[in-house]
């Protein structure tokens, strides 16, 4: 996959696009939709897919330090890579350019990309203030002899798949809802450090993860049924977000992975976590016997949610 920076080179002429336009955030059901439209027509067509998104996204930038995103720029490559795009073109997000207006910014893509075709969601807006939308890329497509492609919403019952939809259930702790609307597991990559050893107290040693993602959305404190990815293989695991009350009212935010059937040294390895389900809300217990008690109990549920997931999803 090549990934282009920003419009400074004009590589993207030299070969046939069919683009898409967005901030594609989650890349969830209704992206898939997109996604699956753009290579169906760069096959048919023997073009490049092209995804043209932005570092960061408009409402990261507009709303600096309160607006989370679901998947990190590094995750939503990974996951066009996994897709087959082509092409991605990243669009670095300044001030600047966040004034640009609808039809220069169309124009750019036209200098730049040349399109053959275009595909884009029902609800696309683009240019400063949002002001564009499909209707003059509509026009604008007629003009330059584009073939447009409008995908249209992707509802899961009576609700819209959206990112903002799903931002908001993954901040609830609803991840179940929220991977259906996904389409797959919410994930996310930590680093694991030196923690202060509760977990092996317990005897349920866990993996300290350095949370170096600060406009990344974490789900709400809790217990979860989760996989483990790391090393070539997949593991069974609880997930644990939150401030161990039960030891302390004075300590930080934590968050521990319980690895099951893994026995062994973890520091500085980087764990690819996929998370099932929540299991339970966080909680101050009287003793470390009774939270112990209760971590058995919530493996317990954790290998039972773990193992439905993987029979429902046929392995």
């Known amino acids: 996959m090549k990934i282009v920076r920003g419009f400074g080179e004009q590589a993207g002429r030299k070969w046939k696009n069919i683009i898409s336009i967005g901030s594609f955030d989650g890349i969830h059901r209704g992206h898939k939709v997109i996604l699956e439209n753009l290579l169906k027509l760069a096959g048919k067509y023997r073009a490049k897919s092209t995804i043209i998104t932005f570092d960061p996204l408009p409402k990261e930038f507009f709303q600096k330090g309160t607006f989370k995103v679901i998947s990190t720029l590094d995750e939503k490559l990974k996951v066009f890579e996994e897709y087959g795009i082509d092409v991605v073109c990243i669009i670095p997000f300044t001030k600047k350019f966040s004034q640009i207006e609808p039809l220069d910014f169309l124009n750019k893509i036209w200098k730049y990309f040349s399109p053959y075709a275009i595909v884009v969601g ?12 499909v209707s003059l890329l509509e026009d604008f497509s007629i003009e330059k002899g584009i073939y447009l492609r409008k995908v249209e919403e992707v509802k899961l019952g009576a609700l819209t798949v959206s990112s903002s939809r799903i931002r908001h259930l993954i901040a609830q702790g609803d991840i179940k809802r929220a991977n259906e609307m996904l389409g797959r597991k919410f994930f996310f990559s930590a680093v694991v450090n030196k923690g202060r050893g509760i977990g092996r107290i317990l005897s349920y040693p866990t993996a300290n993860l350095s949370l170096d993602l600060p406009n990344k959305i974490i789900p709400k404190e809790g217990v979860y049924a989760a996989k483990a990815f790391f090393d070539s293989r997949i593991y069974g695991a609880m997930l644990y977000f939150g401030r161990r009350p039960t030891f302390s009212d004075e300590f930080s935010f934590s968050c521990e992975l319980y690895i099951m059937e ?20 966080e909680k101050k217990f009287h003793s470390a016997q009774n939270l112990k008690s ?10 039972k949610i773990i193992s439905n997931s993987v029979s429902k999803q046929g392995g």
């Open 262 to 281: 893994f026995k062994g040294n973890l520091y500085g390895k980087e764990i690819t976590v996929r998370i099932v389900d929540r299991i339970r809300e």
């Open 122 to 133: 029902y609800n696309h807006h683009f240019g400063k203030d949002g002001m564009g939308g």
């Open 294 to 303: 209760q971590i058995i109990n919530d493996e317990e549920a954790a290998r």
